[in-house]
């Protein structure tokens, strides 16, 4: 293996999406954090709407369960990019991402812990 090759792995990280547009490794993580956060709100949605009246509670325990830890994984790494971003809104480093991924985060949490204190109550 030669040195260039080592040398050159930063640059595998780039994908280009369309022209004039990259999509590097400022902006992948807070995009996956992102993502993360929304699967966990419209799991915390279901897991909240189907916690309460149900017969299989164990269905829904586990899904408020998986919901605060990917809201939770979320909203931590999103304020760690948060924090560590070199430029502001439109440079590039996404901050913008990392908002995001907070927010959905927090709100995740918030619902996971709803449906989990839900599907206590009701078992």
Do not use: F, K, Q, W
């Amino acid at each position: 293996m030669s040195v260039r090759l080592l040398l050159a792995v930063p640059e595998a990280v780039h994908v280009s999406v369309a022209a004039g547009y990259d999509i590097g490794s400022g902006r992948t993580v807070p995009t996956v954090a992102a993502v993360v956060g929304l699967v966990s709100v419209v799991i915390g949605g279901l897991a909240l709407a189907r916690s309460a009246g149900r017969a299989g509670a164990g269905n829904g325990r586990a899904r408020a369960i998986a919901t605060t830890v990917l809201g939770l994984i979320s909203a931590i790494i999103g304020g760690l990019h948060m924090a560590n971003a070199a430029g502001g809104l439109g440079t590039g480093n996404g901050l913008a991402g990392a908002i995001v991924a907070l927010v959905l985060g927090l709100i995740g949490t918030v619902l996971g812990g709803l449906a989990l204190a839900r599907s206590r109550r009701t078992a």
